[in-house]
């Protein structure tokens, strides 16, 4: 049942993708493995644990080993972290079930705990990457920063609680019962592959585009004031917020200042993330579309730059407590009663 469902999973986010990107290439390629991952590790511990095939023994482990370093792939896309060549990554990733291959065959005792470090190693990576919040996601548009960061944070966890699990089952075996080992895989795997693939669907929503080289930085060190005026200039002058595939990165390459710099001047001048402070452009100038305008909700939520009504109405309901529907009704009775 799981795996019917990671596929319908899979073939959603394919067919979403498709929509989004020219030609149908996927968005984020990890991702997607992560989920194929997923549904073929459900159907061997169904095969292991329902039927009783204990050839898949040997398969499992590898496999369980690929899980981390596909979602840590997948975060990485969206941060823009590594500097490595594509070859590289694939051959270091690859490194943690070329491990789980020779313990196989060498000391299968110390399978579980080694799975289990490997989880823990790479939920680390993915907190680590996520250290400066919404704003690591800096190749993704600010519209799903937000969401997408919740859900890797859900992922990391899913990975540590996977790697309990295995602790576990580790320790059940090691003083000779195994009572527990088969609910406890059977429930608990099972349910961090599910977390981990929704979590994978969501933050890849909207796909990172391509890389490209970060601005290199001014010849003379701009503090947080200049950074700023470099900020509101492309703000209120180009109005660039309405861009709906705004990122920290393209931002970063139309003011001609490093993203990092960027994302800390906002930080320590607003209290606020990227993401909050673009959106609130947004919001103004959705509120004077909706007070001197007629235009239907939907065409102006596009018009400032947002994709999507539920993200609209929770920033607009963020910055003035009230729906848009609300603000328009307010503007028009205020309006009326001063006429």
């Keep these: 049942v799981v795996a019917i469902l990671l596929l319908v999973l899979l073939a959603e986010v394919v067919r979403r993708d498709d929509g989004l990107r020219a030609g149908g290439v996927p968005g984020n390629l990890p991702f997607l493995v992560l989920i194929l991952v997923s549904t073929l590790q459900s159907v061997l511990s169904g095969l292991r644990w329902g039927y009783g095939v204990q050839g898949v023994m040997y398969l499992m482990p590898a496999i369980a080993a690929v899980v ?9 896309r969206l941060v ?22 020779l313990l196989t065959v060498l000391w299968r005792d110390a ?25 690591s996601l800096r190749r993704l548009p600010f519209e799903n920063a937000t969401p997408a960061f919740r859900s890797i944070i859900f ?3 899913a990975l540590l609680f996977s790697a309990a699990l295995d602790i576990y089952v580790f320790l059940d075996f090691l003083q000779g019962r195994g009572s527990h080992a088969l609910a406890a ?27 490209e080289t970060e601005a290199a930085p001014p010849t003379e060190a701009d503090g947080d004031r200049e950074t700023m005026a470099a900020v509101i200039a492309q703000m209120e002058g180009r109005r660039v917020y309405r861009d709906t ?10 003011t001609l200042v ?12 607003t209290c606020k993330n990227v993401s909050q402070y673009v959106n609130e452009f947004r919001v103004a100038e959705a509120c004077h579309l909706l007070a001197d305008t007629d235009k239907p909700v939907t065409e102006i939520m ?38």
Aim: net charge positive; proline share 6%.
């Design 245 to 254: 595939d705004l990122t920290l990165d393209r931002l970063a390459r139309k």
């Design 111 to 135: 399978l579980d705990i080694a799975i289990g470090g490997i989880f823990v190693f790479y939920a680390g990576a993915i907190l680590l990457l996520m250290r400066s919040g919404a704003d």
């Design 80 to 101: 823009g972290a590594s500097r490595l060549a594509p070859l590289r990554r694939v051959m270091l990733h690859s490194a943690p079930a070329g491990l789980i291959v």
């Design 155 to 157: 992922a990391a966890l």
């Design 302 to 339: 596009f018009d400032v730059g947002f994709q999507t009504k539920s993200n609209f109405n929770r920033e607009f309901r963020r910055v003035t407590d009230m729906t848009p529907v609300q603000w328009r009704d307010k503007q028009r009775r205020a309006l009326a009663g001063s006429a």
């Design 185 to 211: 895989i059977t429930l608990g795997n099972l349910g961090a592959l599910i977390i981990l693939s929704l979590a994978g669907a969501i933050a890849s929503r909207n796909p990172a585009p391509p890389e």
């Design 68 to 76: 981390p370093p596909l979602a840590y792939a997948g975060v990485s």
């Design 258 to 269: 490093p993203a990092r710099q960027i994302s800390g001047a906002i930080n320590r001048t």
